[in-house]
């Protein structure tokens, strides 16, 4: 993209899985990750909210390192079954009773991203519906102990085996439930 050439984009993201999808939009882009930035969020934000407000701190954090040329993406997804909010698990056991509850039933991935530059900044969030057959108690034991998803919000990646086997139905962008919904990010930095 013409109008990007002035700038030096940042991803500030650990996921190798966001750093995959952005490499798909054929944009040079390096990576800086600032250690504990608070992912906390204000009491009584709905579900669909948190992931866009977490991205807009994040990009805030980095704000005061951040040069004149550079654009900077921050992102963070949550997984949302009504109106609960399932994260990272904490442990194993936590990674089975999250795929226990989204077992036979559709969810919402919601990702928010923030893109920063000290001039602008414009943020969003993509919400993509997933639907899961009714998996058996076996193949949530295999996934979990082979694939050991402790780094994936709603303890599953799309891209793996539990996708490949339990994922019936899907409603929006499969990217944005990998991580980075970049077809939205591509128009977005286009406004740059």
Known sequence: ???LKNY???LASNSPRRRELLRGLDLDFEVRVLPGIDESYPPG????EIPQYIAVEKAEANRAGMAGDELLITADTVVVLGEEVLGKPRDDDDARRILHLLSGRTHQVVTGVCLMTKQMKRQFSVSTGVTFRTLL????DYYVSTYHPLDKAGAYGIQEWIGYIGVT???GS???VMGLPVQRIYEEL???
């Not at 934000?45 to 669909?48: E, M, P, R, V």
């Not at 108690?137 to 949530?140: P, V």
């Open 169 to 171: 139905g899907l409603t």
């Open 45 to 48: 934000l709905g579900a669909a």
């Open 190 to 192: 286009k406004l740059f």
């Open 1 to 3: 993209m013409e109008n």
């Open 8 to 10: 030096k984009i940042i």
């Open 137 to 140: 108690d076996a193949e949530i």
């Open 174 to 176: 499969y990217f944005n």
